[in-house]
């Protein structure tokens, strides 16, 4: 009797251990959230992206840097980042040559925003592509006197509502001073405002060989390339051993299925002996 008792007795107790060795496997086996949150990609009408951008479905720890934001219109399903207050339309993402393809919104309304001003990536992830060229708009210039022959390829378009004693002027020259005679140099030193815009090279090209109004619109409409910078080797590694790149408290971090790592994934094995 005693003898069929304990029988009973172990068997419940292996029972019982086998369930707990099961949940706590199965608990083990399930994947980190921090991986499987960042194992989805932004996506947003035709743009689709991944590390270092975040936004949407990916949570900011999947990102490399907090500025790497993207948000997604729902309506028109356009997607927008923003870098030292400036908003861009994202056009294109060439994860390959990681360059953003971008066009500033202000000017997507035409050539006079409100509150005209620089575009710079200086201390940002970002810089210019190499296929990426400034043109240089000058707001409020006195007009050309009769005397002053202006060059080809200084354009003119008009943001001054009617007003009969000023112009607006824009040149493709990154270089100004070295190629414009001193009295144009003069009157573009006297206008109310200087800003430069990027714009793809060869839609310049067509700038530069018809400086109108409609065309300079159109250059900058179609946008100009941005290249980032973050961590891309790193996550290279992160990615070979089958984690997912974001960052923690500001340092890279390589999200793995069982748990973060600092570089890439290094999953281990449980065992459970157990002997009666």
Request: proline fraction near 4%; charge should be negative.
């Given at each position: 009797?005693?003898?069929?008792?304990?029988?009973?007795?172990?068997?419940?107790?292996?029972?019982?251990?086998?369930?707990?060795?099961?949940?706590?496997?199965?608990?083990?086996?399930?994947?980190?959230?921090?991986?499987?949150?960042?194992?989805?990609?932004?996506?947003?009408?035709?743009?689709?992206?991944?590390?270092?951008?975040?936004?949407?479905?990916?949570?900011?720890?999947?990102?490399?840097?907090?500025?790497?934001?993207?948000?997604?219109?729902?309506?028109?399903?356009?997607?927008?980042?923003?870098?030292?207050?400036?908003?861009?339309?994202?056009?294109?993402?060439?994860?390959?040559?990681?360059?953003?393809?971008?066009?500033?919104?202000?000017?997507?309304?035409?050539?006079?925003?409100?509150?005209?001003?620089?575009?710079?990536?200086?201390?940002?992830?970002?810089?210019?592509?190499?296929?990426?060229?400034?043109?240089?708009?000058?707001y409020g210039c006195s007009l050309l006197g009769n005397g002053i022959q202006a060059p080809a390829s200084l354009?003119?378009?008009?943001?001054?509502?009617?007003?009969?004693?000023?112009?607006?002027?824009?040149?493709?020259?990154?270089?100004?001073?070295?190629?414009?005679?001193?009295?144009?140099?003069?009157?573009?030193?006297?206008?109310?405002?200087?800003?430069?815009?990027?714009?793809?090279?060869t839609a310049m090209a067509g700038l530069e060989a018809s400086p109108t109004a409609e065309r300079l619109e159109?250059?900058?409409?179609?946008?100009?390339?941005?290249?980032?910078?973050?961590?891309?080797?790193?996550?290279?590694?992160?990615?070979?051993?089958?984690?997912?790149?974001?960052?923690?408290?500001?340092?890279?971090?390589?999200?793995?299925?069982?748990?973060p790592y600092d570089l890439e994934c290094r999953g281990g094995t449980h065992s459970f002996f157990l002997s009666?």
């Open positions: 009797m005693v003898s069929r008792y304990r029988s009973f007795f172990s068997s419940s107790l292996l029972l019982l251990l086998f369930v707990i060795i099961s949940v706590s496997a199965q608990d083990d086996n399930d994947p980190d959230q921090r991986y499987q949150d960042c194992a989805r990609q932004f996506d947003c009408g035709d743009i689709q992206a991944a590390y270092p951008f975040w936004g949407g479905d990916r949570p900011i720890h999947c990102g490399g840097l907090p500025e790497l934001s993207l948000t997604c219109n729902s309506t028109t399903q356009t997607t927008f980042i923003t870098v030292l207050d400036l908003t861009y339309q994202v056009l294109r993402v060439d994860t390959a040559n990681r360059i953003l393809t971008v066009v500033r919104t202000d000017y997507q309304r035409g050539l006079c925003p409100a509150d005209p001003s620089n575009t710079t990536v200086e201390s940002t992830p970002f810089s210019l592509a190499p296929d990426t060229q400034l043109v240089t708009l000058y354009g003119r378009f008009d943001c001054s509502s009617g007003s009969g004693n000023s112009g607006d002027y824009f040149v493709t020259s990154e270089d100004v001073a070295g190629s414009y005679e001193a009295a144009i140099r003069t009157l573009l030193g006297r206008c109310g405002m200087r800003v430069t815009v990027p714009a793809n090279r159109a250059a900058i409409g179609e946008g100009f390339g941005a290249r980032w910078t973050a961590n891309d080797s790193l996550c290279a590694t992160c990615q070979a051993s089958g984690g997912q790149c974001g960052s923690n408290e500001g340092s890279f971090t390589c999200f793995c299925m069982d748990r009666f």
